[in-house]
């Protein structure tokens, strides 16, 4: 990674938490909580950030409807979660893998 | 009906091709449509997740257009290979609904 | 040859440095939780550096945005940096771990939405 890329990076992660703090308390609370499970959970395409600016999305849609964060997305908030993730592969898919001596696109 | 959350599971996102497979439609659209067809848990963070696959797997074609009031809408339509798995999701169902059919009526 | 001579004497060196030059800039609990991460996912003997690259710079990121956000490296791992690392290499433990985090999540939602008194 060069070192723009590493301002750029921050430059949009700025502009993304921003975004999170316009957001109503609920919404903001809400999100805040995904984002840290969704970390630890290490889907391989969260870097790249869309998947997290598109909740950004989504959010700000329910909030011009004027609804509330749980009636937009359930109750249940890790379902939602772990939806949104369900066909990704992980950090732990990438290591196990590995480690099981499968090939690998970064080897190629 | 109440709690059809578990065995809506598997058929949510067919309902979903369906849909967008008619016409291009937004999230709030689909998950309106499917609480008028009485399925009435569904909430729009559920559908939210379901288009996050669509486009992440490829079967949707994306536009964004502008709203009347909020942010900018995402559009969905099907590409070549969501009608195909369309197709694929009717088949399925098709087999699977006749053969619970065939149990209840207790033929083979 | 320990793991991390391997991995700092090979082609890797310079994407490691950037590493190292991205943890010394986190804040102290950060950091330390940033050297147990690396010891805990110290691999196994034909695991080579290349494949812990994308692992690691994506555990990087999440300290350096939660840290950037002004939350507590508690608030992030929790105090189990194991169970990070057990998820963030799939063992055994990693289904348990996950759902822990799971009903953390749904509990800290609760809890948080309580709060606001709505």
């Known amino acids: 990674m060069g070192i723009q890329d590493i301002i750029e990076g921050k430059k949009q992660w ?10 109503p308390p609920d919404y903001q609370i809400v999100y805040k909580e995904i984002q840290k499970y969704l970390f630890k959970v290490g889907p391989i395409d969260l870097p790249d950030g869309n998947l997290l600016s598109g909740i950004i999305d989504f959010f700000e849609e329910g909030v011009a409807a004027g609804k509330g964060v749980l009636e937009l997305i359930g109750n249940d908030v890790a379902a939602f979660a772990d939806d949104l993730v369900k066909d990704s592969r992980t950090n732990a898919d990438i290591y196990q893998e590995s480690i ?9 | 009906m109440d709690d059809l959350t578990e065995m809506l599971k598997g058929t949510l996102e067919g309902c979903v091709l369906q849909i ?3 016409e291009e439609t937004y999230g709030y659209a689909i998950t309106r449509r499917l609480n008028e067809l009485g399925f009435t848990d569904v909430v729009e963070g559920t559908i939210y997740t379901i288009l996050v696959r669509l486009e992440r797997n ?26 195909k798995e369309l197709a694929a999701f009717w088949t399925k169902w098709e087999y699977l609904s006749s053969r619970i059919d065939n149990l209840k009526e207790g033929g083979q | 040859m ?30 330390a939780a940033w050297e147990q991460i690396k010891v805990k996912v110290s691999p196994h003997s034909d ?4 494949n812990l690259m994308p692992i690691l710079d994506g555990v990087l990121g999440l300290l350096e945005e939660t840290a950037a956000d002004g939350q507590s490296v508690q608030d992030v791992l929790g105090d189990d940096v194991d169970g990070f690392c057990a998820a963030l290499t799939g ?18 939602v609760a809890k948080k939405l309580g709060q606001l008194g709505g």
């Not at chain 3, 004497?9 to 950091?31: H, I, M, N, Q, V």
């Not at chain 3, 695991?47 to 290349?50: L, M, Q, S, W, Y």
């Open chain 1, 14 to 23: 700025r502009a993304h938490v921003a975004r999170v703090k316009a957001l």
């Open chain 1, 100 to 108: 099981s001596g499968k090939p690998n696109t970064a080897e190629k």
């Open chain 2, 20 to 22: 967008i497979g008619s």
């Open chain 2, 58 to 83: 490829g079967l949707v074609q994306v536009t964004k257009r502008p709203s009347e009031r909020g942010p900018a809408r995402k559009f969905f339509a099907l590409n070549d290979a969501g009608r």
């Open chain 3, 2 to 31: 320990s793991f991390w001579e391997t991995l700092t004497g090979s082609d890797l060196t310079r994407e490691w440095k950037a590493f190292e030059a991205r943890a010394e800039a986190l804040p102290a609990d950060y950091r």
């Open chain 3, 47 to 50: 695991f080579t550096g290349r």
């Open chain 3, 91 to 108: 063992g055994e433990e990693a289904r348990d771990y996950r759902d822990r985090w799971r009903e953390q999540l749904n509990r800290n």
